[in-house]
Each structure stands twice: as structure tokens, then as C-alpha cells.
């Protein structure tokens, strides 16, 4: 899989025949175009397969505020 990385990109799961095989993180503090980002190798007969992309949220959302304050 090719993609640009830059300063905007993400992370995002790459699914293939209905089961995750990978995570792409496309984030790059410069943006460099046609970045090799995924490779897979999917067995040695030819036959069709179905891939998807799923995004992925870049962090996880933050935990809310304790109710204890220390001393």
C-alpha cells in the first residue's frame, strides 16, 4: 500500500478477508508523498481477496477527571 505521510495523517487498520492483518500509521512531521506504508503477502496461489480500510482514532480519548484531589 502506498500513501503520502504528513503532518495530518492518522492511523488506520487495513482488513483483509474480514480479519485485521495490519495498522498504517500515515503521520510524518514532513510530508513525504508515495511512501510505501503496508505490504502483505496473502499466500502463494492467486485468488481474489477483499481489503478494507478502517480508521482508526489517532489517540485515545482522555480519561475524565479524577474526583480526588491529592494533598
Known amino acids: 500500500?502506498?500513501?503520502t505521510k504528513k503532518s495530518a495523517g492518522?492511523?488506520?487498520a487495513v482488513v483483509v478477508d474480514g480479519k485485521t492483518v495490519g495498522t498504517?500509521?500515515?503521520y510524518a512531521a514532513k510530508t513525504a508523498h508515495r511512501q510505501v506504508v503496508f505490504t502483505c503477502t496473502l499466500g502463494t496461489t492467486v485468488k481474489s481477496h477483499k481489503v478494507r480500510c478502517e480508521s482508526s482514532p489517532a489517540t485515545p480519548p482522555p480519561a475524565p477527571p479524577s474526583p480526588w484531589t491529592p494533598h
Do not use: I, N, P, S
Request: net charge neutral.
Open 1 to 3: 500500500m502506498v500513501a
Open 24 to 26: 498504517v500509521d500515515t
Open 10 to 12: 492518522g492511523r488506520f
